[in-house]
């Protein structure tokens, strides 16, 4: 079940709002979002929900062992065999059919390749896991002495799916204590609305003409096709994975948890890395501090660090080897920029270090779509004029004049203007008036289009 | 009460309330099996078994039931037309649309 269907936003939701607000103590809230979020993941996982009860399991277990016996050796044991499990997992469903195609490719072995379907969100709750366990032996929290509670933790299906990955220590609190108030249940309704129509509205749009001419061979592309399906990739994956985060969010503000922004406006960054920091910013954070920073950080073997984060991120996108040259190409670029570029970026006017950010995001969304390295390569080439291929195109005309209106819309809200435009324009009762109204809107339209829509697909899902 | 609190009850009210009227009438308003202007039967509700439901197939048919049994259909999709008529800047009312042929 993903939230942008009818049947989460009329069916599932509704129950659940019913539901949990029909009851008063936390306890029954917590045992209501519990069995709501394991249906829900059952719905969309009924076989591999037992990987998911496996790896709560395992953490609960072992998050109590390392506890009992924090600042031990033994706590060292709990922690790498935690980290060893967690990790067996993810690499058995996600890496195993990668790791015995290169087996096969390097040996040139016949072993048959494993058939395994990924679980939706392993990446995600596997991460929070780890998170959980490295912060109990840190002794940054508690061990959770409740079952119940921990796998709420880890299945609460706000975020469950497809992030943000949110750590223990952010809402130990809140899962024992939290008070709702309605400001914070009208700012999650909206962010809820506001991150629907991001995806029903603009990521669909964006990823139908991005399919468009991104499937087509690079021999029929033209030049401005090329920009065109790579710029509405770079609208769609932006969208569709924000909206997803907003959605989480506002869910999470409506039954009471505040969770961590995932995503700052990253197109207006100036670096590649300033880009990272408002990208995933869950995931980038995890990384700095389970990766990054227990290896060195930038005091011993700065650039050895940085490539392990980034191939890992890499990977951590995809079982296949474009998303480890997309991750690889991220981490040389933010080597570069500490030891040289950066310097000058700074120093370069605005509008070009934005260019700048622009040019490399969009050929590192260009090595994330294509999973094949020579149709990458071949739709590069296009794209800056090394194919001999025509420029412009009567149907690409067409189509810009025909969704001009969104485009704009869509460019304008990837940066804060529009945001602080209507925070400027409209204040108080004002404010409050548009945002019902505008709320209204976008919650019929995107129920109208997802009515009509077939094409509806979570591209972080995949992860 | 603050003048902010009543408002945003009644941006809860609102929303929530569309929400809720969605999912009552989706139960009470009567199913249509056969969509005239599409020329195809609807999704009809899918019958359970423990083999559908493992393969996902239940789940899929159960989201193509709610997507064909949604109340107003027929005026919702009028509306999708309208946003996508609105999308942009379209010259005449007959449409041609130019597609590339792979050489």
Redesign the interface.
């Known amino acids: 079940m993903v939230f942008s269907s009818l049947l989460f936003i009329y069916l599932f939701l509704p129950i659940n709002i019913i539901l949990y607000y029909s009851v008063k103590s936390r306890k029954c809230k917590n045992t209501i979002l519990l069995i709501s979020s394991l249906c829900f993941y059952a719905w969309g996982e009924p076989v591999w929900i037992v990987v998911l009860l496996i790896s709560g399991c395992i953490d609960y277990y072992h998050g109590l062992y390392i506890g009992r016996f924090h600042g031990t050796k033994w706590a060292k044991y709990g922690i790498v065999s935690s980290i060893i499990l967690n990790l067996s997992l993810l690499i058995a469903f996600k890496y195993s059919a990668f790791i015995y195609e290169n087996i096969n490719l390097i040996f040139n072995t016949s072993f048959q390749i494993p058939d395994v379907t990924l679980p939706i969100g392993i990446s995600f709750y596997t991460f929070q896991t780890i998170s959980y366990t490295v912060d109990v032996y840190r002794g940054k929290v508690q061990a959770q002495r409740k079952f119940s509670t921990f796998l709420l933790y880890v299945s609460m299906f706000p975020q469950l799916v497809a992030g943000p990955i949110v750590r223990y220590s952010d809402i130990a609190e809140q899962i024992e204590n939290r008070t709702t108030n309605i400001s914070q249940i009208s700012d999650g309704v909206n962010r809820f609305v506001i991150g629907l129509g991001k995806k029903v509205l603009l990521a669909n749009t964006a990823g139908s003409f991005a399919t468009m001419f991104m499937e087509r061979s690079s021999g029929s592309l033209t030049v401005t096709e090329a920009w065109f399906g790579i710029l509405m990739f770079t609208l769609q994956i932006y969208f569709d994975f924000s909206g997803y985060s907003d959605m989480a969010i506002g869910l999470g503000k409506i039954f009471g948890f505040e969770y961590k922004e995932n995503f700052n406006y990253p197109y207006v960054s100036r670096s590649a890395t300033e880009f990272w920091r408002r990208w995933h910013i869950s995931l980038g954070s995890f990384f700095r501090d389970y990766v990054y920073i227990p290896l060195g950080g930038n005091r011993k073997n700065e650039f050895f660090n940085l490539m392990t984060v980034w191939f890992l991120t890499g990977i951590w996108h995809g079982a296949s080897w474009n998303f480890v040259i997309w991750g690889l190409y991220f981490g040389i670029l933010i080597y570069l920029e500490k030891k040289m570029i950066g310097r000058i970026l700074e120093k370069l006017p605005r509008i070009i270090s934005h260019c700048y950010l622009l040019v490399v995001v969009i050929i590192g969304w260009t090595f994330f779509y294509f999973t094949n390295m020579n149709e990458a390569f071949s739709y590069l080439k296009v794209l800056f004029g090394f194919a001999n291929q025509s420029f412009a195109s009567t149907e690409l005309n067409i189509i810009i004049s025909n969704n001009i209106f969104l485009i704009v819309i869509a460019t304008l809200l990837c940066t804060p203007l529009v945001k602080v435009l209507g925070e400027k324009v409209c204040k108080g009762a004002m404010y409050k008036g548009c945002l019902i109204i505008g709320n209204v809107m976008i919650l019929i339209l995107c129920t109208a289009v997802l009515v009509n829509e077939s094409y509806n697909p979570f591209l972080y899902f995949r992860f | 009460m603050k003048?902010?609190?009543i408002?945003?009850?009644?941006?809860?009210g609102?929303?929530?309330g569309?929400?809720?009227v969605?999912?009552t009438l989706?139960f009470l308003l009567p199913k249509e099996n056969i969509s005239e202007n599409e020329k195809r039967q609807l999704t009809p509700f899918p019958t359970f078994s423990a083999e559908s439901?493992?393969n996902?197939s239940y789940?899929q048919q159960?989201?193509l039931y709610?997507?064909d049994a949604?109340p107003f259909?027929g005026q919702?999709?009028e509306?999708?037309?309208f946003?996508n008529d609105?999308?942009?800047?379209?010259?005449g009312t007959d449409e041609i649309?130019?597609?590339?042929i792979?050489?």
């Open positions: 003048n902010s609190t408002s945003e009850m009644i941006h809860i609102i929303m929530v569309i929400i809720i969605g999912f989706f439901f493992l996902k789940a159960v989201e709610v997507n949604f259909r919702l999709i509306l999708s037309a946003y609105v999308k942009g800047i379209r010259s649309q130019i597609y590339n792979q050489k």
